[in-house]
């Protein structure tokens, strides 16, 4: 199940229960909750927070200062984000594999095969290159158009490329590094029945330097108010 705010968890005070007698993080919890999509805070760049109670949570940039839109993905319960611009002439994101970032659970298995939604017919040539961090080994195969995608406004602008990798004892568990050439440049990582570590903080609005400015300026023009509320004074005109 996905959730769209404008506003983060820092924003809601998640310490703070709500009439049901239950945290934010709680709720998310109780009704299943995977992925809480967000934005407020303007990052500068996109922003995850793998939370306790079982749910990610995404963060996108401002459009006023990232040109551009966000794209999610849900392929086979494998999440992705992604930041296109809006003068890309050959928009296409890759669905499977994911970046294990943007994963709310570690991969077990891996379906051996690659996805890529395309959004333009410029967008038709790819080819995907694995690499297994233990083993050093490569295995590769070139993504070819399956079908198109209905969105709401009835059209099939959006278009599905895959390839299955070539059936052999290759192990990816482990660490792998998928690296998509052609129409689309990218390059992700992805682990295999191993749990990705990261380094992650909430993106909070409160600087206490800022805070402090602020309360003093207010403490000052309050005295300066009270002080000539009482204080007589002439002016001659």
């Known amino acids: 199940t996905i959730v769209i705010s404008h506003y983060t968890t820092t924003t809601f005070y998640p310490q703070y229960k709500t009439s049901s007698g239950l945290t934010l993080g709680q709720l998310f919890k109780k009704w299943n909750i995977k992925y809480f999509i967000n934005g407020h805070v303007h990052p500068k760049n996109l922003s995850t927070?793998?939370?306790k109670n079982g749910f990610i949570e995404l963060t996108g940039m401002t459009s006023k200062q990232n040109d551009g839109f966000h794209i999610f993905t849900v392929d086979n319960g494998h999440s992705n984000y992604v930041h296109l611009k809006t003068d890309t002439?050959?928009?296409?994101?890759?669905?499977?594999?994911?970046?294990?970032?943007?994963?709310?659970?570690?991969?077990?298995?891996?379906?051996?095969?690659?996805?890529?939604?395309?959004?333009?017919?410029?967008?038709?040539?790819f080819h995907a290159t694995i690499e297994n961090?233990?083993?050093?080994?490569?295995?590769?195969?070139?993504p070819q158009f399956v079908r198109t995608i209905p969105n709401q406004r009835g059209d099939r602008s959006a278009r599905l490329f895959q390839c299955n990798l070539p059936k052999k004892n290759f192990n990816y568990k482990g660490k792998n590094t998928l690296r998509i050439d052609g129409d689309l440049s990218e390059t992700i990582e992805f682990n295999v029945d191993k749990t990705y570590k990261v380094s992650e903080k909430h993106i909070?609005?409160?600087?206490?330097?800022?805070?402090?400015?602020?309360i003093s300026l207010a403490l000052i023009y309050h005295f300066c108010v009270v002080v000539f509320m009482f204080l007589p004074f002439k002016i001659k005109l």
């Open 89 to 125: 002439d050959k928009p296409a994101v890759l669905t499977y594999p994911p970046p294990s970032l943007y994963e709310n659970e570690v991969m077990k298995e891996f379906s051996e095969v690659v996805r890529i939604i395309s959004f333009s017919n410029k967008a038709s040539q």
């Open 204 to 214: 909070v609005e409160f600087i206490p330097v800022a805070f402090a400015v602020g």
């Open 133 to 142: 961090e233990n083993s050093k080994e490569k295995i590769e195969c070139s």
């Open 49 to 51: 927070m793998h939370n």
